[in-house]
């Protein structure tokens, strides 16, 4: 399974922002796909990445309190596609988003990150 992220960029405060993750390879449902930061330059372990959002093939949708009402995850399941509409951008949510996809069988898999700057 590989993943490749789209999106990332500079955007001022208040601003929008969409990700977009496209998934490839033997994926079966049921799947789940989410996102994940960790700020640029955080040399701690994968496992150590802050959770944002998750979205599984069903569409059922958990989010971070700290993200509530201001970005909305969504997937195609057609495409084996997740998105990620940012809104009401903060400097505190600059990081490396990470796209994660947990398969049918448990195994997870992550893709390379795109970086997200919020700055005036």
């Known amino acids: 399974v590989q993943l490749v992220e789209f999106g990332g960029g500079l955007v001022h405060p208040g601003g929008p922002l969409r990700l977009s993750c496209a998934a490839s390879g033997s994926i079966f449902s049921p799947y789940g796909m989410a996102w994940h930061r960790q700020l640029a330059g955080d040399e701690r372990d994968f496992v150590e990445r802050?959770?944002?959002?998750?979205?599984?093939?069903?569409?059922?949708?958990n989010y971070v309190d700290s993200v509530k009402g201001r970005f909305t995850i969504s997937i195609d399941e057609a495409r084996n596609t997740a998105s990620l509409e940012m809104s009401s951008l903060k400097p505190e949510d600059s990081a490396v988003y990470y796209c994660?996809?947990?398969?049918?069988?448990?195994?997870?898999?992550w893709g390379q990150g795109t970086r997200v700057t919020v700055s005036s």
């Open positions: 802050d959770f944002v959002a998750h979205i599984t093939d069903s569409g059922d949708t």
């Open positions: 994660k996809l947990q398969n049918h069988d448990g195994k997870g898999y």
